[in-house]
């Protein structure tokens, strides 16, 4: 299941940036860069998060708080900011600053409306990942288990070599060959899949 595709194709509806556009004041070509950059990113950061016992108890703890069932864009209008910048917070840890920053320089917002896009998408990001680690069905697992082994099969890029490669690379030493974070083959689903376990 490619938990980035699905988040950033519902963060990046007409509806959505209208809402961030609104709230920010910066482009909706600005407001998609910031989005499609720091998704991937911290998709990355919680798994790595998770990876731990107390990380796992932790982004649990912050999943059972946010289930919001409205759409996307109305839970992005209505975002309790202050909750969105902790939540980015707890993700990114020593690293926010930093990353928010990143973030900026690559969508031409200053920090002030990266942070208030940031701050916005993170409650909704919470509660759609809420809704997909649901407990699935035998049939529903089954079928998550072949397209797993159907992606390694054709994909002999470890999640761990994705993500490292594609996240903890400082900007400076890494190359902007044209894509986007979106591009590099992390989808997520190593997050869904440990999420099942305890949910």
């Given amino acids: 299941m490619d938990l980035v595709k699905m988040?950033?194709?519902?963060?990046?509806?007409?509806?959505?940036?209208?809402?961030?556009?609104?709230?920010t004041g910066g482009s909706a070509d600005q407001v998609e860069s910031a989005i499609t950059s720091a998704i991937p990113?911290?998709?990355?950061?919680?798994?790595?998060?998770?990876?731990?016992?107390?990380?796992?108890?932790?982004?649990?703890?912050?999943?059972?708080?946010?289930?919001d069932t409205n759409s996307i864009s109305s839970q992005i209008e209505n975002a309790d900011e202050e909750d969105g910048g902790k939540i980015i917070g707890k993700i990114m840890g020593g690293d926010k600053d930093d990353f928010i920053s990143k973030i900026a320089s690559k969508s031409g917002l200053n920090l002030g409306q990266t942070n208030s896009v940031l701050s916005s998408i993170a409650p909704a990001i919470l509660s759609f990942i809420s809704d997909m680690a649901k407990p699935d069905t035998p049939e529903s697992q089954a079928k998550e288990a072949a397209e797993r082994a159907e992606k390694a099969a054709s994909d002999d890029s470890s999640f761990l070599g994705g993500f490292f490669k594609s996240f903890l690379k400082s900007g400076d030493d890494k190359e902007d060959d044209g894509k986007s974070d979106s591009d590099s083959g992390f989808d997520g689903g190593d997050l869904l899949g440990m999420l099942k376990k305890f949910m």
């Fill in 41 to 67: 990113s911290l998709i990355g950061s919680m798994t790595k998060n998770a990876s731990s016992s107390d990380g796992a108890k932790s982004l649990l703890g912050a999943l059972s708080q946010h289930k």
């Fill in 7 to 23: 988040l950033l194709s519902n963060m990046t509806s007409e509806s959505s940036l209208s809402a961030l556009t609104g709230k």
